[in-house]
């Protein structure tokens, strides 16, 4: 199955257009999956989604034993987006960390019972699509484009 039709594909089974999607990490959180797990987080307009995918050659399946954790091939998850914000250090600030920080940015997406945290969940995604990420959910979606 190529690209577009398992967009297609999954856009029928949510009932609603994928409007933004990108690569990323599952690190950890209060999901009952340990992590990390790589895969895509994705967004409609009312829901964020996390679909991972397992591969035997990653980096982070070295690290998983797959018996002891109960992982299945696939684990996914979804969270309206109204209830959710994001955050994440903005560090380094200097020129030299700057020049030798990782590819990769950790965040925090934090679920919310109104004022009250119900749990938070660790990712890590391509620095230059943090802000997007982040833009995207803290905004709850109001006239966004992926």
Not at 8 to 37: H, M, Q
Not at 93 to 112: C, D, G, M, Y
Not at 121 to 126: E, L
Request: aromatic share 14%; with cysteine.
């Amino acid at each position: 199955m190529n690209n577009k039709d398992y967009w297609v594909r999954k856009e029928a089974e949510i009932g609603e257009t994928v409007d933004a999607k990108f690569y990323c990490n599952y690190l950890s959180g209060d999901w009952p999956v340990k992590g990390p797990l790589t895969g895509v987080l994705y967004f409609s307009k009312t829901t964020l989604f996390f679909q991972s995918f397992y591969s035997p050659k990653s980096l982070a399946s070295m690290f998983q034993l797959r018996r002891q954790e109960g992982l299945s091939e696939s684990q996914a998850f979804q969270m309206p987006l109204k209830d959710l914000r994001c955050s994440f250090d903005e560090s380094p600030k200097n020129f030299w960390s700057r020049l030798f920080a990782a590819p990769e940015q950790p965040f925090v997406i934090h679920l919310t019972d109104g004022e009250r945290e119900t749990g938070s969940y660790q990712f890590s995604v391509d620095r230059n699509k943090l802000k997007t990420i982040v833009s995207l959910i803290n905004s709850n979606r109001s006239g966004v484009r992926g």
